[in-house]
């Protein structure tokens, strides 16, 4: 099994079904995964924070760093290995937008990554068939190709899946 | 094991923790000082051939990207910034505790050094939002040692995750701090702090490392700086850069409102700078260590 690792506000797309796409250790950062099931395509950006109007000479560098910039370029790497579909027809899964106990406004960035990526993606018709967000604990998330079984970890928990 | 049997044996185990090498202390020394000069830190990595060895290889190596070699021990210094001296004196002689795995928090080699890197890193960000005046190189090194606590503690909470994590979810311990003083009669923050008397570090140190979830209770001069490190832990943990299965399992002390001015927008531009020194530090690090 090939890995590919995204480290933060990295993306990549695959369709090598001995691979898997794998991401450590979200805490507020959010995995936006998109599967299509038609070309048995996968994607995922590890989203760090909102909006990238805060650091736009990030973008060119490293454009998943930001949910409004990282989810427009993870749909052209995956048309770029022919993935065609569209809307409805990919299937989203998001993990992560954990926050520290007793939070203020301030401190949930995990919340506001999660509402701006939903706002991205309803732009696009698109939206999570399932999601493992918020709470107050890091996890790790793997992505099979050829399943598109989207398993997640965390320290002192059982591995589960959505 | 009883609660007091566990107390004797930690307390046997900060006695046999490896020391600071005499120039990591006295760097830790002199830079938890408000009013020191560069030229004191110039003149205490003189007097250490292989500090001055390691960071004359830092400097010249790809990561710092110069045209120019540098050979002296002033130009490196003065290029490093007092924090990366500090970084590799402190994690050259703290290799052996950092490097093992955490078991007891089910974290990997090297996580802590990781966590402890980005607190200090984050901590003198968020002195720049201070409302009175924070040296940020205080909150740097401040930051640097705040959670060895856990590199004793951990072999003591060995098995104990589920369990933790389950009795917070259910409400029967306040957090991953409570928890620990459940199980053994003290937590990471007390032993870090006898670890940190043990080694004779500055008395603000001290502090810090003790008061670091609870910034509220340390003593008035170095409050601010608990305060600055408190949040520099949580944005580590935000990062993704926790050590193990207590990562995010902490509260956020919302009184820092009294210490920081910090916006959302500043809160997000905090962490993403954090992150990319993080990132470029690491890096130069790996070069020093490499023999």
């Not at chain 1, 048995?40 to 989203?47: I, W």
């Not at chain 2, 021990?73 to 490093?80: G, T």
């Not at chain 2, 004793?152 to 933790?164: A, C, D, K, N, Y």
Request: hydrophobic residues 40%; proline residues 4%; aromatic residues 6%.
């Amino acid at each position: 099994m090939n890995t590919m690792v995204l480290g933060v506000g990295d993306l990549g797309a695959c369709n090598s079904q001995d691979s898997e796409i794998k991401t450590y250790a979200l805490g507020s950062c959010v995995a936006v995964i998109l599967l299509d099931p038609k070309t048995r395509t996968v994607g995922m950006v590890h989203v760090a924070l909102p909006e990238s109007k805060i650091n736009p000479a990030k973008v060119k560098e490293r454009p998943g760093y930001f949910a409004d910039t990282g989810i427009p370029i993870l749909l052209q790497e995956m048309a770029k290995l022919g993935c065609q579909s569209q809307g409805k027809g990919l299937v989203v899964k998001l993990a992560g937008g954990a926050a520290i106990m007793d939070h203020n406004d301030t401190f949930n960035i995990g919340k506001r990554n999660l509402l701006a990526i939903k706002k991205i993606l309803w732009g696009y018709s698109m939206g999570p068939r399932s999601e493992d967000v918020g709470g107050t604990f890091s996890r790790t998330v793997s992505v099979s190709v050829k399943t598109g079984e989207v398993i997640l970890s965390s320290p002192g928990r059982p591995n589960w899946k959505i | 094991m009883s609660l007091l049997n566990n107390q004797t044996e930690i307390a046997r185990a900060i006695e046999a923790a490896p020391l600071l090498s005499p120039v990591a202390s006295q760097l830790l020394q002199i830079s938890a000082k408000a009013d020191h000069e560069l030229k004191d830190i110039i003149d205490l990595v003189k007097c250490d051939s292989i500090l001055t060895a390691r960071l004359l290889k830092v400097v010249n190596s790809a990561a710092m990207g110069l045209r120019h070699q540098i050979s002296s021990v002033e130009h490196a210094v003065n290029y490093l910034g007092e924090r990366m001296v500090v970084s590799i004196a402190v994690a050259e002689c703290t290799a052996e505790l950092f490097s093992k795995p955490l078991d007891g928090y089910e974290g990997e080699s090297g996580q802590l050094w990781k966590h402890e890197l980005f607190t200090a890193i984050a901590a003198r960000a968020v002195a720049r939002h201070a409302k009175g005046d924070l040296p940020p190189d205080m909150a740097f090194t401040a930051g640097l040692l705040h959670d060895i606590g856990k590199a004793i503690l951990s072999e003591f909470l060995q098995g104990t995750s589920r369990s933790v994590l389950a009795d917070i979810v259910q409400g029967n311990t306040a957090d991953y701090l409570t928890a620990e003083q459940s199980r053994l009669g003290l937590d990471h923050s007390i032993v870090g702090f006898e670890l940190a008397k043990h080694w004779k570090l500055p008395e603000m140190l001290q502090q810090v490392i003790r008061h670091h979830h609870h910034p509220d209770q340390a003593d008035s001069p170095s409050r601010v700086l608990a305060y600055a490190v408190h949040l520099g832990d949580i944005l580590a943990m935000m990062s993704g850069n926790g050590t193990g299965s207590d990562s995010m399992q902490y509260h956020l002390k919302q009184d820092y409102t009294e210490y920081f001015n910090i916006s959302k927008d500043e809160l997000a531009l905090l962490l993403l700078e954090s992150t990319e020194e993080f990132n470029k530090v690491e890096a130069s690090l790996a070069i020093a260590e490499e023999k």
